[in-house]
């Protein structure tokens, strides 16, 4: 196989003049100069060469590389590149991670700095909003002045004795006022259980008549709205219309009118001397959740599971705005006026609590915290304070003028809050649910507790400067508690 060369040949092939192998390229050109076998010098020609196909040969090592120090040294090269090559490969490594980390330390720098943004862009847009709402209630406490001309006042008709009721406010508390050692004595002195259907038992909403606090106001589960005379121990008035449960009422403080809601989706208009409805106002597709009339006595706010909040004319029954928050798209499950109808609350299936400014028919404020739906929310007298209720059997106070809840007073568990109440004074706070408990405010301590009831109270009111306090339950039956 070495005939010429003395090493394997790469494509080998075989003389059939000497029979001897050559590798090809060396003997063409043999025989290209010659034109003879180079071994024994025959004639000899190109196409003769017969080739041998075998498989890739493996050149056997140099001569040089077969002595032991040969091989030590080619070990030595081969294990000083594969050095070579792993110290080059580990600093790849190294900047690839530098790589990786400056990388991971931009993206994290970016998302710190976006998330400083987002929380400076929510601290802005929540200050928009309690700036709002903090000059709309320095509004309210400054209200006054020499007839002053007011836009607000003009929307939705405020009259001089509603601005003479702003300035009233900061007076000292009623003289004739129950002193709180006097109201931790009352005990229950009258039942009623009459008034409402015994076939469809329940009494799910309670209101006093504020000019003459004897005249209570009831709405039931049998479809019905009836007025009784406390001080004559009889009904005076059952008002049918309704094709469902009646679920709010509430007594007109100047006028012989009272107002229903239900979830049929209407709102009804009744004449107590008539004893028929006067007026339907159909602001709502779902059921009504939430009622609360404006201090001018002639506009009436509603709330709905349809998600909206209406402003309607209790004259013409016209739904004068509709106005729904679609960011939240949530059911408002109560609503309830600021005493000086400039603006309201509502409360949300999503345990949220909403300040709307009713002028520019805006969400102002927003109040979190509560765990469930919110079942109710009142408005303290003068102004200041908002109680809430949700189902989460705690009751949270909050302070307007500061924008923050300043108290939760936690109830038993699964105390079912359905009223919430403050006595005109704003001095008592009453919570119907579970049981009936009054609070005194600043010092929210619990002076009274009642659980005459063999069912939900569904309603609570104080009579006039808390001389009594009345409730309504699902036991069908309307109590009053004095000494």
Not at 248 to 277: E, K, L
Not at 396 to 406: E, G, I, S, V, Y
Request: proline letters at 4%; one cysteine or more; charged letters at 20%.
């Amino acid at each position: 196989m070495r005939a010429l060369s003395n090493e394997v040949p790469e494509h080998p092939c075989v003389s059939p003049v000497s029979n001897q192998v050559f590798e090809r390229r060396l003997i063409e050109k043999y025989i290209a100069e010659n034109g003879a076998d180079p071994m024994n010098g025959q004639p000899l020609s190109e196409e003769q060469l017969i080739d041998i196909k075998v498989s890739h040969p493996i050149r056997p090592k140099a001569p040089s590389s077969t002595s032991i120090p040969a091989i030590l040294k080619a070990l030595q090269d081969e294990w000083d590149a594969v050095m070579l090559h792993s110290f080059t490969l580990r600093q790849q490594l190294q900047t690839t991670r530098q790589e990786l980390s400056h990388a991971l330390y931009q993206h994290d720098a970016a998302c710190r700095v976006i998330a400083r943004l987002t929380k400076e862009v929510t601290a802005a847009r929540e200050g928009m909003y309690n700036s709002r709402l903090l000059l709309i209630l320095c509004f309210i406490s400054q209200a006054g002045g020499a007839g002053e001309s007011m836009e607000v006042s003009e929307q939705v008709g405020m009259i001089p004795e509603i601005i003479q009721k702003v300035r009233d406010r900061g007076k000292t508390v009623p003289e004739e006022l129950v002193r709180t050692e006097d109201l931790s004595k009352y005990r229950q002195v009258a039942t009623h259980a009459g008034l409402h259907s015994a076939s469809v038992p329940g009494i799910l909403s309670l209101d006093l008549c504020p000019s003459d606090t004897n005249k209570v106001l009831t709405g039931g589960a049998d479809k019905n709205v009836v007025v009784f005379d406390k001080k004559e121990e009889q009904i005076i008035a059952t008002l049918k219309g309704h094709t469902k449960k009646v679920t709010s009422v509430i007594y007109h403080p100047s006028q012989s009118v009272v107002f229903s809601a239900s979830p049929d989706s209407t709102i009804r208009v009744w004449s107590v001397t008539g004893g028929n409805c006067v007026q339907v106002v159909r602001a709502h597709e779902a059921s009504v959740t939430g009622l609360s009339l404006h201090a001018t006595g002639d506009y009436l706010l509603s709330s709905s599971e349809d998600q909206y909040w209406a402003f309607s004319d209790i004259q013409t029954g016209r739904v004068l705005t509709k106005v729904t928050d679609e960011a939240a798209g949530c059911a408002l499950t109560c609503a309830q006026f600021h005493p000086d109808g400039l603006i309201f609350g509502t409360g949300t299936a999503d345990s949220q609590i909403k300040i709307w400014d009713l002028k520019e028919r805006t969400n102002v404020a927003n109040f979190p915290g509560h765990i469930g739906p919110v079942t109710s929310i009142a408005f303290s007298e003068n102004g200041y304070y908002l109680a809430t209720g949700a189902q989460d059997s705690s009751v949270k106070l909050w302070d307007l003028r500061k924008l923050k809840n300043f108290k939760t007073i936690t109830l038993d568990n699964n105390y079912e809050v359905k009223s919430l109440v403050f006595d005109q004074s704003g001095t008592y706070l009453a919570v119907g649910g579970t049981d009936i408990r009054v609070y005194i405010c600043k010092q929210w301590s619990e002076v009274l507790n009642f659980t005459e009831h063999t069912g939900v109270v569904t309603g609570v009111a104080f009579g006039e400067h808390a001389q009594f306090l009345t409730s309504t339950g699902m036991d069908r039956s309307l109590k009053f508690y004095s000494l």
